[in-house]
């Protein structure tokens, strides 16, 4: 592993090596078996050093966007419980807050840094770790945070069987190999990033070269400096390489695949990205709940439509039902796709309810997403009926921006709907109901000033009601289909 900006490099010995002397240091420090780590950090080589660590132990890490305000990261250390925390200088006094708000004991921090205690402090442990017993498909390795189909984020359980079994099933399709040098630009906290590219490249013994965040010319770049071979990507970067001028400053004919996931691609984009680069451009789909890869296109295949998901990876079984009778459907007909498999999540943290509303009592989870599989069995996402908005691959819930406007004084009632973007997929729109005067910027900057950057309102809209089915839920399709006439 590579650090992009620095040239530091992590060897898959000192990786191995640093993970035993970590666990060390963090079982003389008495982490146990069941503890919770969270790690609120960009990308760096010593991010899969301390994920590894923890699992190690038996522990459960807890991943976080550096994005997030202290009351974001506060919120889920509560509500999973962490005991330790690892972050960045730059994201230190972020995280000494929360820690102190929601109880961790430790804060650790990676590099440099006169505050919290110095990763490498856990880096220069001496001897071996404890053995644990581990019990593969019950006991949870890592706990990231996801809206599901709706509501606010919830701690996804994910085991060590789920983890291996996904990257199993992901390997052989993406056909990565031992000499691939990947992109480790899409965030490690992100179950995309986490699996397809940090926990695959060391499985296959790949080089990934990190970045702690997308800029278009510092990762072309990379990309030519490297020679990288294998990218992962979500669509809004496949515009840029698609669109951009940038481009053709940089040689990157290293390049073999491009493979973009976390939210839909076009198939038009897909053809031109890929013929600019002269290398396949293809997708795959997945959830947080399923460690995430469910369907993929086989890397090197027959080519077909850039616009499919194309057909689900190994041991995972697939189904097309109706929305309203849950029957089966058949080729071509479009319903809710429904997946079964190893890689299906054990379920939400401490939301026994939560789980059940998602995967029924034959084990299949309700994916919330609309789609069809044609006579080959390739599959199509066309609609979602989940409520999740996906901001450049990443995931805002409604329902947690809602309640941050709920929180101004002036304003009645809120909804919040996507709207259509070309660079970003999709950004949220409010529709507030106000008790008194309010400017629609004054709105704006209350919400930028409480949440992650990315989860920003981009436009605010004042009605005189928000529109609820008699049980009161907000009936948001409502909503959508209002701005789509206008």
Known sequence: MVDGTSGRTLTYQGWADGVRRVATGLAARGFRKGDVFAIYSPNVPEYAIAFHAVSLLGGTNTTISPLYTVTELSAQLKDSGARCLVTVPACVEKAEQAARDSGVSEVFVFGETERG??????????????????????????????????????????????????????????????????????????????????????????????????????CLQILQQYRVTFANVVPPMVLAFAKSPLVDKYDLSSLRTVFSGAAPLKENLAEEASTRLGCHVVQGYGMTETSPVTHATLVGGDRISGASIGPPVPNTEVKVVDVASHAELGSNEEGEICVRGPQVMRGYFNRPDATAAMIDEDGWLHTGDIGFADEHGRFFIVDRLKELIKYKGMQIAPAELEAVLLAHPSIADAAVIPLADEEAGQVPKAFVVLKSELAPAEILEYVAARVAPYKKLRSVEVTDHIPKSPSGKILRRVLVERQRST
């Open 117 to 218: 205690t110095p990763f490498g402090s856990l880096l220069a442990a001496e001897g071996h770790p404890p053995v644990v017993l581990i019990d593969p498909r019950e006991d949870v390795v890592v706990i990231p945070y996801s809206s599901g189909t709706t509501g606010l984020p919830k701690g996804v359980m994910l085991t060590h069987y789920n983890l291996v079994a996904n990257i199993l099933q992901t390997a052989g399709v993406l056909g990565l190999r031992e000499d691939d040098v990947m992109l480790g630009v899409l965030p490690f906290f992100h179950i995309y990033g986490m699996t397809v590219i940090m926990n695959l490249a060391l499985h296959v013994g790949a080089t990934v070269v990190t970045m702690p965040r997308f800029d278009l010319e510092q």
